[in-house]
């Protein structure tokens, strides 16, 4: 079946450092641009280059080393911020510049004490300043999830007419609903007469828990690119998490979607991003966190010791994971018990199992987990009975 590509765009080194704490020096930002390269990623955000000496440092080394990635640098809609990233990427093989301003009444009011008309012209000069350096010039409508549409609309089509060939439609304050962001991609498409020209990119944020369930649904609309990050770090709750809306893509693909991403570097890359930038992954955290692949209710763990599909849907292999565990808790069933007891060595017949299975319990009850030495003593303690597997 025919697939569209959905273009990964990863802010991990722009928006993700901007979580407190997660300062990058450039060695550790070279490093991780690497690995996202390798990763399969599109467009590399490496930083804001007008925000500082040491950012525009960052931003034009990263750009001396990559290769086939597009290095892409934000800026405001100042025509100092534009030259000072196109400075900085000055070594760039596939270099962008990511401008833009905010188009919400919000913005337009209370930020900037501006009207709607003159927030079009600057939108529209901004992007005529940063074609003067490159080509490709992506354009950011801050706020645009609580952007009136039929104004949106405007803006959409102005800067496409300057030169704009991204448009960004973030939900910068992740206020919108899937469905409510998806439609205001659908109106843009319907609605904006030179569309064609331009990719829409999705921006959304994790205010609300829903920055992937939006992003998932503004290309389902029509949208082709998604900008995300590892682990989804980012401003506040995060942004998109790139390891999410990667494998959503790959799991449903009836939505007829595709990315470049090598998903079995998804941990590998978790684990580099999480280490660099001092930031723990959550367990529960899909694709990534520890317990992605755990089990340990009974019932879960006899359904998939029978078959490994009735709980999970997809392979930990394929992510770059470690196997999937079974975790003895209190919960845990026989099955589970008498799997781990094999793993170990040991193999017990069913009427010793129920027998362990209630000294198994004694323990659990005890401890958040059961482990290896305390099932080794268990079965220490039932050696008569025991036929250990050389």
Same mark, same amino acid.
């Given at each position: 079946?025919?697939?569209?590509?959905?273009?990964?765009?990863?802010?991990?080194?722009?928006?993700?450092?901007?979580?407190?704490?997660?300062?990058?020096?450039?060695?550790?930002?070279?490093?991780?641009?690497?690995?996202?390269?390798?990763?399969?990623?599109?467009?590399?955000?490496?930083?804001?280059?007008?925000?500082?000496?040491?950012?525009?440092?960052?931003?034009?080394?990263?750009?001396?080393?990559?290769?086939?990635?597009?290095?892409?640098?934000?800026?405001?809609?100042?025509?100092?911020?534009?030259?000072?990233?196109?400075?900085?990427?000055?070594?760039?093989?596939?270099?962008?510049?990511?401008?833009?301003?905010?188009?919400?009444?919000?913005?337009?009011?209370?930020?900037?004490?501006?009207?709607?008309?003159?927030?079009?012209?600057?939108?529209?000069?901004?992007?005529?300043? *940063? !074609?003067?350096?490159?080509?490709?010039?992506?354009?950011?409508? +801050?706020? /645009? @999830?609580? %952007?009136?549409? =039929?104004?949106?609309?405007?803006?959409?089509?102005?800067?496409?007419?300057?030169?704009?060939?991204?448009?960004?439609?973030?939900?910068?304050?992740?206020?919108?609903?899937?469905?409510?962001?998806?439609?205001?991609?659908?109106?843009?498409?319907?609605?904006?007469?030179?569309?064609?020209?331009?990719?829409?990119?999705?921006?959304?944020?994790?205010?609300?828990?829903?920055?992937?369930?939006?992003?998932?649904?503004?290309?389902?609309?029509? *949208? !082709?690119?998604?900008?995300?990050?590892?682990?989804?770090?980012? +401003?506040? /709750? @995060?942004? %998109?998490?790139? =390891?999410?809306?990667?494998?959503?893509?790959?799991?449903?693909?009836?939505?007829?979607?595709?990315?470049?991403?090598?998903?079995?570097?998804?941990?590998?890359?978790?684990?580099?991003?999480?280490?660099?930038?001092?930031?723990?992954?959550?367990?529960?955290?899909?694709?990534?966190?520890?317990?992605?692949?755990?089990?340990?209710?009974?019932?879960?763990?006899?359904?998939?010791?029978?078959?490994?599909?009735?709980?999970?849907?997809?392979?930990?292999?394929?992510?770059?994971?470690?196997?999937?565990?079974?975790?003895?808790? /209190?919960?845990?069933?026989?099955?589970?018990?008498?799997?781990?007891?094999?793993?170990?060595?040991?193999?017990?017949?069913?009427?010793?199992?129920?027998?362990?299975?209630?000294?198994?319990?004694?323990?659990?009850?005890?401890?958040?987990?059961?482990?290896?030495?305390?099932?080794?003593?268990?079965?220490?303690?039932?050696?008569?009975?025991?036929?250990?597997?050389?």
């Amino acid at each position: 079946m025919p697939t569209d590509k959905i273009f990964i765009f990863d802010t991990t080194l722009r928006d993700g450092e901007q979580v407190p704490g997660c300062k990058l020096n450039p060695t550790e930002k070279i490093e991780i641009a690497l690995a996202l390269e390798e990763l399969g990623v599109d467009i590399i955000e490496a930083g804001f280059p007008i925000s500082s000496p040491g950012d525009f440092d960052s931003v034009s080394e990263i750009s001396k080393v990559i290769r086939n990635a597009t290095v892409c640098g934000l800026s405001r809609a100042v025509q100092k911020d534009i030259e000072t990233a196109a400075a900085a990427l000055r070594f760039a093989k596939r270099p962008r510049i990511h401008t833009g301003i905010g188009t919400s009444d919000f913005h337009i009011k209370a930020k900037f004490n501006s009207t709607r008309e003159e927030i079009l012209e600057r939108a529209i000069q901004c992007v005529k300043w *940063a !074609r003067n350096f490159t080509d490709d010039v992506e354009f950011y409508a +801050e706020d /645009a @999830g609580r %952007t009136d549409n =039929e104004y949106l609309a405007r803006v959409v089509e102005a800067v496409i007419k300057a030169g704009a060939t991204t448009v960004n439609i973030p939900d910068t304050t992740g206020y919108c609903l899937p469905q409510q962001y998806g439609d205001k991609m659908a109106y843009l498409i319907n609605n904006v007469p030179n569309i064609d020209k331009a990719v829409l990119s999705c921006h959304c944020h994790n205010d609300l828990g829903l920055a992937t369930a939006n992003s998932i649904a503004g290309v389902m609309y029509g *949208a !082709r690119q998604i900008e995300c990050t590892i682990n989804g770090l980012g +401003e506040r /709750a @995060g942004n %998109t998490a790139l =390891e999410e809306v990667v494998m959503v893509i790959r799991q449903h693909a009836h939505l007829g979607l595709h990315t470049n991403i090598k998903a079995e570097q998804l941990n590998p890359i978790s684990r580099l991003v999480s280490e660099t930038m001092r930031m723990p992954v959550q367990p529960n955290k899909a694709i990534v966190g520890s317990n992605a692949f755990s089990h340990s209710s009974g019932i879960h763990q006899d359904g998939f010791l029978k078959d490994a599909q009735t709980y999970e849907i997809i392979r930990p292999e394929e992510v770059g994971a470690d196997i999937s565990k079974i975790v003895l808790t /209190a919960r845990s069933g026989r099955s589970a018990l008498a799997y781990r007891f094999r793993n170990l060595g040991f193999e017990f017949t069913r009427n010793d199992i129920d027998t362990l299975y209630e000294r198994f319990l004694e323990v659990a009850d005890k401890k958040k987990e059961v482990q290896d030495d305390d099932l080794k003593q268990l079965a220490a303690q039932h050696q008569p009975a025991t036929t250990v597997v050389s």
